[in-house]
Nanobody, 115 residues
C-alpha cells in the first residue's frame, strides 16, 4: 500500500519561513519523481516544485529564489523549504508522486501567510 503524508504547515507572518515534509512509501520514493503542488479556492492546483529520483529540480517561476525542494533518501522524505513567504503563498500544499499516468497524492496541508 502506498502512503504519502505531509507535515509542517501552519500560520506564519509575511517574510517568515516554513519547512514542509512529505514522507512516502519506499516503493514509490525510490523511483517516482516527487513534487509539491498548491491550491486555493480561486485557482486550480499548480506545480510549485519537483525533484527527480536523481535529484534534478524544477521550480515554478513564482517561487524561484525563495523555495527549495530537497530529498533525504534514507528517510524516504521530500522537503520544501519556504523562505520569504508572501500572503499569496497561502494555500493548501499537496505532495505528489508521478510516474507516467500513475499519480499518488497526499492529503494536503494548509499554509497561511498572514500578519
Amino acid at each position: 500500500q502506498v502512503h504519502i503524508v505531509e507535515s509542517g504547515g501552519g500560520l506564519v507572518q509575511p517574510g517568515g519561513s516554513l519547512r514542509l515534509s512529505c514522507a512516502a512509501s519506499a516503493s514509490i520514493f525510490n523511483i517516482y519523481p516527487m513534487g509539491w503542488y498548491r491550491q486555493t479556492p480561486e485557482k486550480q492546483r499548480e506545480l510549485v516544485a519537483s525533484i527527480t529520483s536523481s535529484g534534478d529540480t524544477n521550480y515554478a517561476d513564482f517561487v524561484k529564489g525563495r523555495f527549495t525542494i530537497s530529498r533525504d533518501n534514507a528517510k524516504n522524505t521530500v522537503y520544501l523549504q519556504m523562505n520569504s513567504l508572501k500572503p499569496e503563498d497561502t494555500a493548501v500544499y499537496y505532495c505528489n508522486a508521478l510516474l507516467g499516468i500513475v499519480s499518488y497524492w497526499g492529503q494536503g496541508i494548509p499554509v497561511t501567510v498572514s500578519s
